[in-house]
Every structure is written in structure tokens, then in C-alpha cells.
């Protein structure tokens, strides 16, 4: 073989890998989430389309007729729009933090690869958050755009609703990251996880109608949600919606909290799973 | 000095970490000790059951040395553990001088490993799959680019570059992990069963680039289940079986030390042959009897034939050949390699 020779040594590839190593592996995370970029671009401009249309327009023109004090003194769709913006992100979250990680794993252990590497377990599941994270905020600030043309985010601050829907998709699906790299095998957990905890959270933590008219034994659902604080969050950032300042923080605190505790703990399943 | 490594820790003062590495490789690998790999009594557990059980080998630089043995006996362990990917259990290793559990990384970085299996990214293209595995290691697009397509050609995959993996055969996506194995031109090539799967052909061109990488002074580890690869590749062999290690020389020299020089293969029919094993007792120096064949071990293949003759028996088909690592291992192992 007659190239040029590699321009690093050993020592200064190593070093490089420990500081740069996640980078490096949302890099490649990103690389292949671009040979389906299309059909996610087109999701995340086709999704907010037609939920805006059904609900917000056709459905807030029949409750908006219909008395709209329910909903804070603001149009349904208004009320809506915060809500829609963070559950799609979070559901976007869900897909991308089981199948990638049973793939690298399992599946195709893909995982394996990198470890071979330079890098350490450690710095591909950090990689891989890197890597959701950026694809999650895209269609997320295009949802975001979507409802700003709809007129449904009057606030000067709405804007910074885009960071707090991703970082409910973060506080919901780290620690799902965490769960599934504990798993050896398929046998419908991930059916599950879409059925009996995506879509409760996504019926029930205030996203069509305030929590509290929901009866009291199923509110506790809202406050474990990161749907339900991301979605209080983004309407008092939309349009001003009335909050205590304690709670806003509770809020913020409750997803930073999950998403770090999921992060950690992912970090350390990889290191334990794969240096077997 | 005795820095705490933290991953991706940006804190982390990455000329610090690059002298401390020279600084060990210079104390330990080349004043103290010749070699690239040392193992002392490695050790590797799976809970009660033990996969490598307290082996030992050194191997020196350019060395290309064979890791031989029946499945589940501890080969791949054993490259894992070298390779800086599994914790061992017990026992001592040094890859350059370096613990590749204290210094992972650095360890990794002089490394190239084809693992036993595939671990190709199946949704990236051809190429994108050595770039981004290059890119591990620090390296800029601008080596990369060009050196992907140079593997390429090397692994004749040029034609392939812009397909996805998915559609390649198995053999070409083994060709794919070698290939993507000397991203990083490594000194130290790791390779498990790096042939399996491939047709023949790719196999004697394999061959010849691996003699190549070996010529230019690239040390070679490699498990094979195929005695002619053992015998054409490695300088020295140790047969592994159980986790630990039987024999350790040559190819040459274990065959001369385990076989005879020639061996009499018959064969009676698969009923008959355990049978008629008792009538050819004291031919040769010794007999093994497969299901398939009786061996008969001696130095001189013909009298022993006529031995056979001479006693009144007439097997279906008889054959007389070289001794090969073959019956070194069936000799050591009491089983053949290929199960
Ligand atoms: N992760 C693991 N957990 C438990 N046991 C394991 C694990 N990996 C390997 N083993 C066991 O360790 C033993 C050695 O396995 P190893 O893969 O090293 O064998 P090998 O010599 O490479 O075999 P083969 O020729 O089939 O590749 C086997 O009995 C295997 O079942
Ligand atoms: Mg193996």
C-alpha cells in the first residue's frame, strides 16, 4: 500500500478520542440518520400539517364556539400548540432511543464496531444522546415554525419552547435508553412501551385539556410526565400562561433531573454490558 | 503522576495524557521488555464457568502468531481481552507496555481488530463505513478520503464504495471489516478467524496482503480453524482448548513433536471402522479412529499400508499424506478442529 501515512500517532489518536469520542460517535449517529433525513423531514413538516389542521383548526373552531374561558382566556389551538410541539418531539425521542440501542447491542451489535476503537462504552451512549439530540431539536424548531405560522405562539419567549420540548424528549427518553440497554432480547417490550406508556402520556398530561379536569386519581400521571411539565412550560414561554415561578422551576428541574439521571445510568449500563 | 482518566471528561489535558503514554511505552515497552503483548496467567470468568484459564504467551514485535483450538475454547476471549474490550478476571496483560484496562484507549489506537463477527453499520454506505470508523480515531476527512478508497481496492470492494452494506455477500463484508480494520495502519493486527466465510480465492489474496502487512513489520494475531491458513501465516502457534493453552511452537515444530511424518488414512465403512481399529493395533506408533476414517501414525506411510495388507484386511480407500497441525490437535485434543 502506497498512501500517506496516517497523520496522528497512536498517543495523539487516543487523546483525541478521550476528549472528542462522543462527538465522534454522534457523528457517526448523525451519518446514518441522514440516509432517512428525507422521510424524517418529511414527518416533521407533514405531522404538525395535519394535527394542526384537524385539531387545532377543525376541532378549536367547535370548542372556541363553544365558550373558550375553559382554556385561560387564549384559543384552543393556542392552548394546544405547546403541547403538540412536545409531544412529538418525546415521541420522536422513543423510536430513537430503543431500536438504535437493541441494533448496537443486539441486532446488528453495531455497538461493537466503535468499541473496538479508540472510544469507550461511555462516550457511545453519549454519542448517541449527542446525535438524538440534534435530530430531535430539527423537527422540533419546525414544528415550532409551523406554529408560529398558524399564529398559535403570540409570546416574545415562545420560541424557547423548542429547548424545552427537546428536553422532555430527553427526560423521557434517557432513562428509556437506560432500560433498553439492560435488554438481551425482544419480546414486546417495545410494542409496550408504545402502548401502555407513549400514549397514556400523550392522553393524559394535560395535552388536550387541563390536568386538574382530570379526576384526582389520575393526575398523578401529569406529574410524573415529562409531557405534562414540558407542556405547562411551554405555555406560560407561548403565551404567559399563569404560573407560580416554584413551579416553573420544578418543572425544569423534574426533566433535567430524569434526562441526567437516564444519561448516567445508560453510560454505566454500556460500560458494565460491554466490557464483559 | 497518576492522572484519573474520565471519559470524554473535556477537562482532560490531552498533552498531559500523550506524554504520560510515551513516557510508559518508553519505561516499559522497549527498555524492559521486547515484547508487544505480554500475558501472565490471564484469566477470564463467566461467573462459575471458566472461558481462559491462566495463560501466558509473550509474542515479539512482527511476530505473527496463531491462536489454535476447537469452538468454545477461549480463542475469541482471549483476542477480546487483548484487543482491550473485555475485563479479564485474574492474571496480567500489557499491550506496548500499556494495561489496556488503565489505558484503553491509548491501547486501542495501536491496535486493528476483525473481530469474529461482523459489526458492520449495515445502513451506511460502502466507504462511509471505513470513513466513520476512521474517524474514531482522530483522523481528518482529508487522510480518510483517499485512504477509504485505497482499502477499498485493497479489500476489491472499488466497484462496491457506494452501496450500502446491506446488499454486500458475507464474504464481502468480511473483505469490508479487514479492510476496515487498517484504517489506522496499526502496528498490531488482530484477527478472529479473519477468513471464515470466504471463498477461496479471496482467501490466498487475504493471504498475500496479511504476508505483505507481516513483511512490513506488522504483528500479526490471528485464530483460525483452517490448518493450512496456521501453517502458511503464523511463526508460532499455541493450541488452546478448555482455556487453556496444550502446545506451543512452530507449525514445523509441533509436528514433529506431537506426529509422526506421515499418516495412513483408511477407511472400512462407517460400521466397520471402530471394529477393525482392534485388528490394526501395533501398526504405525499409533492409531486414532474417527467415525469417518482410522489414522494410522507412522513414519513410513507404505509398510505401513502393507502391514494392513499383510493382516488380511482391505479397506474401501486408503491414503497416505504428510502429518499437518491437523493431527497435532487431534493428538492433543482428542477432537478434531472442524467440529
Ligand atoms: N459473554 C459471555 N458470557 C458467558 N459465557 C461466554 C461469553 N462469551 C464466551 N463465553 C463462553 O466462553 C467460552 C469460550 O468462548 P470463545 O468465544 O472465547 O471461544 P472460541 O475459542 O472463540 O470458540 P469458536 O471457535 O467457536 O469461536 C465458551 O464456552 C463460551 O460459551
Ligand atoms: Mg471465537
Known sequence: MTSAPVPLTPAQSAAKARRLGSWYFAEHTLRVMRTYAASVLMYSVGTPLAYLFAMGVGLAALIDANGAGAFGGVDYLTFLAPALVASAAMMSATGEFMFPIMDGFKWRRTFFGPHASPLAPAQIAQGHIIGVTIRILVPTAIYFAIVVLFGAAPGPWAWVSIFTATLCALSFGLPLMAYVSTLTKDSGQFAAVQRFIVTPLFLFSGTFFPLATLPWFLQWIGWLSPLWHATELGRVLSYGYAEPAWLGAVHVLYMLATAVAGAVLSRRIFTRRMGA | ?339
Not at chain 2, 56 to 71: H, Q, V
Not at chain 2, 87 to 99: E, V
Not at chain 2, 133 to 148: C, D, E, H, N
Not at chain 2, 279 to 294: F, H, K, N, Q, S
Open chain 2, 1 to 339: 503522576m497518576k492522572p484519573q482518566l474520565v471519559w470524554g471528561n473535556p477537562l482532560w489535558d490531552s498533552k498531559a495524557c500523550t506524554s504520560l503514554v510515551r513516557v510508559s511505552i518508553q519505561t516499559r515497552g522497549s527498555a524492559a521488555s521486547p515484547y508487544v503483548i505480554s500475558a501472565h496467567n490471564l484469566t477470564k470468568k463467566y461467573g462459575d464457568f471458566t472461558a481462559v484459564d491462566n495463560i501466558s504467551f509473550d509474542i515479539p514485535a512482527g511476530e505473527s502468531f496463531g491462536l489454535l483450538g476447537p469452538n468454545g475454547a477461549g480463542k475469541s476471549t482471549t483476542m477480546r481481552m487483548i484487543g482491550g474490550v473485555s475485563q479479564r478476571s485474574g492474571g496480567t496483560l500489557s499491550i506496548m507496555g500499556l494495561d489496556p484496562e488503565k489505558y484503553g484507549p491509548e491501547v486501542r489506537s495501536h491496535l486493528g481488530v476483525v473481530p469474529q463477527q461482523d459489526n458492520l453499520d449495515e445502513e451506511l454506505k460502502v466507504r462511509d463505513n471505513l470513513i466513520v470508523y476512521g474517524r474514531y480515531f482522530g483522523l481528518p476527512l482529508s487522510y480518510l478520503k483517499p485512504k477509504a478508497d485505497e482499502l477499498l481496492e485493497f479489500a476489491q470492494l472499488s466497484e462496491k464504495a457506494g452501496a450500502k452494506v446491506d446488499d454486500l455477500s458475507g464474504g464481502m463484508k468480511r473483505r469490508l471489516t479487514i479492510a476496515r480494520s487498517l484504517v489506522n495502519d496499526p502496528k498490531i493486527l488482530l484477527l478472529d478467524e479473519p477468513t471464515t466465510g470466504l471463498d477461496p480465492q479471496a482467501r490466498h489474496i487475504l493471504w498475500d496482503r496479511l504476508f505483505r502487512l507481516k513483511e512490513a513489520g506488522t504483528t500479526l494475531v490471528l485464530t483460525t480453524h483452517y490448518m493450512d491458513e496456521a501453517e502458511q501465516l503464523c511463526d508460532r502457534i499455541v493450541v488452546v482448548d478448555k482455556g487453556r493453552i496444550m502446545a506451543e511452537g512452530s507449525p514445523a515444530a509441533l509436528i514433529r513433536q506431537y506426529s509422526t511424518r506421515e499418516v495412513l488414512e483408511v477407511r472400512f465403512g462407517s460400521e466397520r471402522n471402530a471394529t477393525v481399529a482392534a485388528e490394526l493395533a501395533g501398526i504405525g506408533e499409533r492409531t486414532e479412529t474417527l467415525p469417518d476414517r482410522v489414522l494410522i501414525y507412522t513414519d513410513d506411510g507404505e509398510r505401513a499400508l502393507e502391514e494392513v495388507a499383510a493382516r488380511g484386511l482391505s479397506p474401501l480407500t486408503s491414503l497416505i499424506r504428510r502429518s499437518s497441525l491437523e493431527d497435532v490437535f487431534l493428538r492433543l485434543t482428542g477432537r478434531s478442529l472442524i467440529d
